[in-house]
């Protein structure tokens, strides 16, 4: 649990990197500010901070001075970042009370000293994070009747407890709890049970599905099979010559490339005469399947390109595909004695209410996930909850197994019955706590739940809490709280209002996912435009509260600006779309008063450092046209 | 719960337009829950004030409290400090609050900063509907538990009118958006509930002298002597 420290005593070491620091900042001077200052305890600068004979003196200043929090002016890359860690895990201090400055990024003694500060006074204001031993249950529910659901059965059951369920005979009518604590409500032969799981992994998959209109209306009969068909139909096709066609209504999908490969190489084991693949865009990038490719030819199978939409025409005698090829001026004419059309794949029966049940997003053609880069592929929006095989997308073979792997890895987790975890969720303030459900309610990931006791110190005696375990840390609920009852640790409304507190001319913030990745990069292409900015971090720019706006812009910025995930790919589901109508809503705020166009909303990705630059310009020149922040209250 | 929206800005920057130092006060009752009134709104409203009379170059000093309710006199007695210390308050609690907390300090001019709408149900983030007309005389058992006086445009005991089409009021034009008629859910409603026969049964008019003020409720058996 969280718990405000008193006795905070901080350790601040600045380095000079072997000199290259001091290229741009003259680090005594930086020292000799920092210390005619209060707000530490021991403060030493060096010439390189990283070496073993330094770990050891830093240990033995720790235990001298009783130091319980560091901060780190160095020139920050992950390899310092370890050792540092590793370092305060050695001497109990917790490793979220260790803040780094990054000196490499600065150019001047100025900055390096306002950087410092900036570190030394968010240590202060920053609440002690504890760990979190939780009991969890080790089985997991499998929901799935098909193959990938009982490779994935099988492979779990090797580390825990496994039910595998078809959802037809026994399916899922509700869900209770959170990761590590389901209850899942079975209707087991039409009676309800309730069953508790730890982990539940879909594994529906999909079905092959026929649909004539993608073939230009063309029935299926004797001579004309659909791929499941033919792979189902135990002819003997001997002496016979069979075309296939892929590409119309599988979207060149894998899983169909891989079974006509399959089904080709084996009519030509069987000594079928002909066998033609007509394809648009070959689809081989998946483990085997190159192979198989190479293999065909060389054992005579066919494979024509072709462009546009091949019709099939009916001789006497036979039928037979018409097509354009890419390089003939004429159409090209395979006589055939069967055409094979491959399918489309669409999601399992029963899916979306599933989806609806267990309130997992689905996306295009109806499978289970939304198309957003920020989702792994596993992962559903709700910890606990993950994905595998096709019924997330038709996917094909060794994919499959890295799935059920990744899945493994997640589920073992909760193989021993507890894990301990970093308190890291919000926490809430149950004095301040109206119970009003609205965190409840933007919760993009279920993590909220409402406790009651005597210990919530209010007039209904409850309080929301957050699920260390189904918590993803957006911050979306601390931002929507109307009672500010609500803060997320290592960036609570203290820390960031910290940082804001005498702000640069522009303020960004910027989501961790996206803008401020950007924001580095754009920096390495233009460092002159970042003169007047300040980027402050947010791990979703669904933390972005109102008062952030206001408040950067009363203590004197000219402009603030919100760096987020491009539309529908936001990490955290719909952070990005309340701090769209947080924005908007400022702005208006900012129109009541005459206070003018100061706030920009801008939809950038980690790679998109020229964008961001292009954004940073266009904040520029609105406020040179808005003018001076008329609005600063001088204090 | 009582359902309330933030008054328009410029409203409460004439309402306080005479003084230097005012303190805003917020409620943690239905004014949070309704996300008007709460702490955050508290703030928000105080920094929105603040800038704005400074770019009026005429600064304006705000301080925020908020506590639990303002529609009771012990929790009231917690803006005492901060009340001293200003020339007006703005209280973002609800009608009921902002008098109750004028009352407490009669001395200081109190202002709202809300306008209070309606006893709403809050039907998702964002959304709040009315449900009860606090008209002293329910009547729910005899409509399929759906309020007539709060749900139907006229407030009518034996609906619907000729006004009710598809299922909505006609009303609902003016006011852009869709109202449903009281009427027909209170006619899906028995209907569901096999009870339709009610729709027939004429109810009498209603004493509406119970849903006029300003009204007193008293339990003589709860109220202590405090003599």
């Given at each position: ?62 235990d001298k ?26 001497k109990g ?41 939780l ?53 087991e032969?039409?009676q ?22 993608k ?14 068909q ?52 070959m ?30 025409v ?25 055409i ?26 109806g ?26 997308g ?135 435009l ?6 402050v ?78 954004a940073?310009k266009?904040m ?16 | ?30 004014v ?74 009669p001395?200081?001019?109190i ?11 809050n039907?998702?983030?964002?959304r ?67 009870q339709?026969d ?7 008019a ?16 709860l ?5």
């Open positions: 649990m969280t718990e405000q420290i008193t006795n905070i005593r901080i350790g601040i070491y600045l380095c000079d990197c072997d000199g290259k620091v001091s290229k741009k900042v003259d680090l005594q001077k930086a020292k000799t500010v920092i210390q005619s200052q209060a707000g530490f305890d021991y403060i030493r600068a060096t010439d390189v901070l990283c070496g073993k004979l330094e770990q050891e003196k830093i240990g033995a200043e720790i001075y009783s130091l319980n929090r560091l901060v780190i002016a160095a020139c920050v890359d992950p390899f310092i970042m370890r050792q540092f860690l590793q370092l305060a895990d050695e201090i917790n490793r979220y009370n260790v803040e780094f400055v990054d000196l490499g990024a600065v150019d001047s003694t100025e900055a390096a000293v306002a950087a410092a500060n900036n570190a030394l006074g968010k240590m202060h204001l920053r609440a002690e994070i504890g760990y979190e031993e009991a969890v249950t080790p089985d997991v529910l499998v929901i799935g009747a098909g193959s990938e659901a009982a490779a994935a059965a099988t492979a779990i059951a090797k580390s825990q407890p496994v039910v595998q369920i078809d959802n037809v005979g026994t399916r899922v009518i509700g869900l209770d709890g959170f990761p590590g604590a389901f209850t899942v409500r079975l209707l032969n039409g309800a049970v309730k069953k508790d799981f730890g982990a539940i992994v879909l594994a529906l998959g999909a079905v092959p599905q026929y649909d004539k209109s073939y230009g209306g063309i029935e299926l009969g004797a001579d004309i099979l659909s791929l499941s033919f792979i189902n139909s135990g002819k003997d096709y001997a002496g016979k010559k069979v075309s296939f066609a892929l590409g119309m209504a599988d979207e060149d999908s894998l899983l169909s490339f891989a079974a006509v490969l399959k089904a080709a190489l084996d009519l030509k084991g069987e000594g079928a005469s002909e066998v033609n693949v007509l394809y648009e865009d689809k081989v990038c998946a483990d085997g399947l190159e192979q198989d490719y190479e293999l065909a030819r060389k054992k005579g199978v066919n494979f024509l390109k072709y462009t546009g939409e091949f019709q099939i009916r001789f006497p005698s036979g039928i037979a595909f018409k097509y354009r090829e890419p390089f003939l001026s004429d159409p090209v004419k395979i006589v055939a004695d069967y094979v059309l491959a399918e489309d794949f669409v999601p399992a029966a029963g899916t979306l209410e599933l989806a609806e049940i267990l309130d997992i997003r689905t996306g295009p053609g499978f289970f996930q939304k198309d957003n880069v920020h989702f792994l592929p596993i992962r559903s929006n709700r910890a606990g909850i993950f994905f595998v095989g096709s019924c997330h038709p996917i094909h073979g060794t994919d499959l197994y890295n799935e059920i792997e990744a899945v493994l890895a997640e589920v073992s987790a909760f193989a021993k019955g507890k894990v301990s975890v970093p308190s890291l969720q919000p926490k809430v303030d149950a004095e301040k706590c109206a119970v009003c459900l609205t965190c409840y309610r933007c919760c993009p990931h279920h993590a909220i739940e409402i406790v009651h006791g005597e210990e919530y110190n209010n007039m209904y005696y409850s309080a929301a809490r957050m699920n260390p375990l189904a918590c993803q840390r957006c911050g979306v609920c601390a931002a929507e709280c109307p009672g500010k009852a609500i803060q997320l640790p290592l960036y609570s409304d203290q820390e960031i209002l910290f940082e804001v507190k005498q702000p640069a001319r522009i303020v960004a913030y910027a989501c961790e996912n996206s803008g401020f990745l950007a924001s580095e990069f754009a920096k390495t292409l233009d460092p002159e970042q003169k007047d900015l300040q980027i971090e947010v791990p979703c720019s669904g933390k972005i509260d109102i008062i952030y706006l206001l408040k950067a812009l009363e203590n004197g910025a000219d402009g603030v600006m919100l760096c987020v995930c491009h539309k529908e790919n936001c990490k955290f589901v719909w952070g990005n779309d309340r701090a769209e109508q947080r924005k908007e809503r400022t702005q208006k705020i900012l129109n009541q008063i005459g206070l003018g166009e100061r706030i920009d909303f801008v939809h950038v990705a980690a790679n998109q450092g020229n964008q961001f630059n292009t940073v266009a520029a020149e609105k406020i040179r046209q808005s003018g001076t922040n008329p609005g600063k209250v001088v204090k | 719960m009582i359902v309330a929206e933030g008054k328009p800005v410029e409203k409460i920057l004439e309402m306080i337009a005479p003084y230097k130092k005012v303190l805003i006060a917020g409620c943690r009752g239905c949070t829950v309704c996300l008007t009134g709460g702490e955050k709104e508290v703030g928000i409203l105080a920094s929105q004030i603040r800038m704005a009379r400074s770019k009026d170059g005429n600064a304006l000093e705000v301080l925020e409290q908020t506590e639990e309710r303002q529609c009771d006199a012990e929790y009231n007695a917690k803006f005492l400090e901060n009340v001293g210390k200003v020339d007006a308050i703005v209280s973002l609690a609800c009608g009921i609050g902002i008098q109750y907390l004028g009352e407490k300090y001395l200081t001019p202002y709202p900063g809300v306008n209070t709408l309606m006893l709403g149900a039907i998702d983030v964002g709040w509907e009315e449900r009860c007309f606090a008209c002293g005389d329910c009547v729910l058992d005899k409509t399929g538990g759906i309020c007539p006086i709060a749900r139907c445009s006229k407030s009518l005991l034996n609906g619907p009118c000729g006004g009710s089409q598809f299922g909505k009021c006609e009303v609902s034009a003016p006011v852009k958006e869709d109202i449903p008629c009281g009427w027909q859910l209170i006619y899906d409603r028995l209907s569901a509930l096999g339709l009610k729709m027939s049964e004429i109810i009498p209603k004493n509406w002298l119970r849903a006029k003020g300003p009204r007193t409720y008293v339990r003589e058996d109220t202590l002597d405090r003599s």
